[in-house]
C-alpha cells in the first residue's frame, strides 16, 4: 500500500503534484479567468463586510495559516491575524460576528482547533473550515468550507496535507480579491495560469532527490539546524524546522533571517547547518546579506535558490533548486525540498518516519 516507496511519508512527497492538481480540479479555470470554491460562494459577502479573519489551527496547519496571512492581506486588504489554537481558546480572544475564523485541520479531529471553532461560534464569528478528512468533526462543525483533496495522509509528519491547503487557501485569496476589486484582472487570470503550471514545477523540484540525499549525508550527525527565510517562505522556514525535528529528533529553529542577529547568530559557528530559502523574490539582497553574516561566523549554508540562480549558489555550501513561480505561490514549491531533507536525514538516522515517537496523526486530546 507504499506503492513502492520506502515509507508513507515518500509516498506522499511525491503525491504532490497530482493531489494538488485533486485539490482544484473543477474549482481553478485560467482559461475562463474563473477561481471558484462551493463553500465561499454563498457567503462572499461575509468576506467582502468582515473587518477581520482569524486563522486558527495547529502545527503544520498553523504554518499554512501563516503562509496565508500573508498572501490574503497582500491580495485583498482584509487583516488577518494567526492564531495557534490552543492559545486563542484559553485567553478570552475579541471576537465579534464581524470577525470570520478560518479553521484549518487536516483530520478535521484537533481538539484544540474544535474547541477554538465552538468558541468562535458562541461570539457569532461566521468559521470556515478547510480539513482533508471528509465528514470529519471540524468539518461537521463550521458554517462552510472547503475539502482539501490530498487523500488519506498516513505519514505522522504532514507534507501533501500542507501544499494542498496553501492551495485552497491561495484560490480563496484570489476569489475574495477579484470580488473585491482589489487585483488587476490581468494579474488575477496570470496568478491563475501559475497556479495551474505548480504541478509541474512541484514535479521539477522533486528531482533532486538524489542531490539531496547527498546532502542529507553530510549533515545528518548535526545536533542543530536554524531555518531562515523572509516574507512568504519566513513560514516554510517554521515547516521546514518542525519536520525536521519531528521524524529525526534533531533540534531545529526556524527564524526570520532579519530577526538572526537578535539573538540566534550568536548559535552560529562552524558546526551550525543553517538552511536558507534564498529564492528570486523581493527580499534576495537582503537574504544575500544575512548569508553573508553566517558565512563570517564560519556556519553551513544550504540554500533553496531559484533555477539558474548565480549568486546565492556561488556563496552557498550546497543547493536545492526550485523553479520559478511568483513569490506568493514560492511556498508551494521551496516547502519540497525541506521536506525531502528531513525525510532522508531522518532515514539516514533510522528513525522511525512514519511513526515518529510521542507523536500521534490526530491529537483529540488538550
Ligand atoms: C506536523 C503535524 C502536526 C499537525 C497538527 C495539526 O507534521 O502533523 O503538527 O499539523 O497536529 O493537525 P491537524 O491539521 O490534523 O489539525
Redesign the pocket.
Known sequence: EKGGYDHFMLKEIYEQPSVIKDTYRGRLLPDEGIVRLGGLENHIEKFLNAERIIIV?????WHAGLVAEYIIEDFTRIPVEVEYASEFRYRNPIISSKDIIIA???????AD?LAAIKLAKQHGAFVYGICNVVGSTISRETHSGTYTHAGPEIG???TK?FTTQITVLTMLALRLAKAKGTISHSDFVRYLHELALIPTHVEEALKTESKIKEIAAVFKDARNFLYLGRGYNFPVALEGA??LK?ISYIHAEGYPAAEMKHGPIALIDESMPVVVVAIKSEHYEKVVSNIQEIKARKGKIIAVVSEGDKVVSEMADYVMEVPHTPEPLTPLLTTIPLQLLSYHIAVMLGRNVDQPRNLA???TVE
Open positions: 489551527a495547529c502545527g503544520t496547519s484549518i485541520s487536516q483530520s478535521g479531529e484537533t482547533t505522522v509528519a504532514s496535507a518542525l519536520k519531528e496523526k490526530s491529537v
